[in-house]
């Protein structure tokens, strides 16, 4: 049952990393970036490390997500014509 | 169409090279080298109970340190790099919902922090993942306002004292034992309590404040420069 569920993640996220790139807004591939981490994590915590598990929830789909939409939030007040 | 194809070429190949060089690998069944000397000698060697903790703060602790050092630097550029950018306006209020939320939820999250920061050696967690915890709620603070962050004297003097909280527990057991970052400068204790595992989790606090601050910082100088014309 674990690897089922463990593949099915991995699946996701391969699919997720693709539709970053590919997603036509910058917004979505942010977003979309920040769900390969959360679902990272919680392989983690399913494979028996809880420790990566928590640090990867809080700076790797976390903050990392916040700080790319804080920079996407400057880059698009400083772009004059959209 | 021509970089497509060399794009999945270069794809296929490396998949090649990992595929055999990972053919023969299987699951081994025990524990065999460093890993069976941690997992044997860590809890007597550290009195952390949390293995993690005593590998990334007690056995490796100068790799943490420089972790903390990549940290620093990578917070500072990022910091001097948005200065550069003149202070925006006021950003637009929050809506009703984030308001409400940074009035009740910080208090709570900051308590939770703080509780994975000082159990570091007792349960999963530590000093980073503490502190990035104790640092979004500074976030949601941020947002929950409508006006820009000021200068914070506060912030950068905790961030210093907590650096060289680490530094000075290091020469500690330079001076004492004669070895940098040893961790039996204090006692080790009875392992499972909070008052244990000799220095590891005075390093935790260190590196909790450390990155909780940093991060604030690199937040707030995001918050000042994101701010309207």
Redesign the interface.
Request: charged fraction near 15%; charge should be positive; proline fraction near 6%.
């Given at each position: 049952m674990i690897p089922v569920i463990i593949i099915g993640l991995g699946v996701i996220m391969l699919a997720a990393a693709v539709a970053a790139i590919y997603f036509k807004s910058l917004l979505a591939s942010i977003i979309s970036a920040g769900v390969i981490s959360l679902l990272a994590s919680v392989i983690y915590l399913i494979l028996g490390?809880?420790?990566?598990?928590?640090?990867e929830a809080?700076?790797g789909s976390?903050?990392t997500t916040?700080?790319f939409l804080?920079?996407l939030?400057?880059v698009r007040?400083g772009k004059s014509d959209d | 169409m021509i970089r497509t194809i060399i794009g999945l070429v270069i794809v296929l190949a490396l998949s090649a090279i990992v595929v055999s060089s990972v053919s023969d690998y299987s699951m081994p069944s025990e524990l065999i080298g460093v890993g069976r000397g941690y997992t044997e000698q860590g809890v007597n060697d550290t009195g952390s109970v949390n293995l993690v903790t005593a590998v990334v703060v007690a056995y490796r602790g100068l790799d943490t340190l420089g972790e903390v050092v990549v940290l620093f630097s990578a917070s500072t550029a990022v910091v001097l790099i948005l200065t550069l950018i003149p202070i925006g306006a006021n950003p637009t209020p929050p809506s009703s919902i984030v308001a409400f939320t940074a009035g009740i939820l910080p208090g709570a999250i900051v308590l939770f922090g703080i509780y994975i920061i000082t159990h570091g050696h007792l349960s999963p967690g530590g000093g980073f993942p503490g502190g990035a915890v104790v640092a979004s709620a500074f976030l949601l603070v941020m947002l929950g306002s409508n006006t820009i962050p000021g200068k914070s004297k506060f912030l950068t003097s905790i961030e210093s004292i907590a650096g060289l909280t680490f530094g000075l527990l290091g020469f500690w057991g330079m001076l004492t034992l004669g070895q940098f970052l040893n961790n039996l400068v204090l006692p080790a204790g009875s392992p499972g309590r909070i008052i244990s595992a000799g220095i590891i989790p005075l390093i935790s606090l260190a590196i909790g404040a450390k990155v909780a601050s940093e991060l604030s910082g690199v937040f707030a100088s995001y918050r000042k420069a994101g701010g309207e014309k």
């Open positions: 490390s809880p420790d990566v598990a928590m640090t809080s700076i976390g903050l916040v700080i804080f920079a939030h400057r007040k | -």
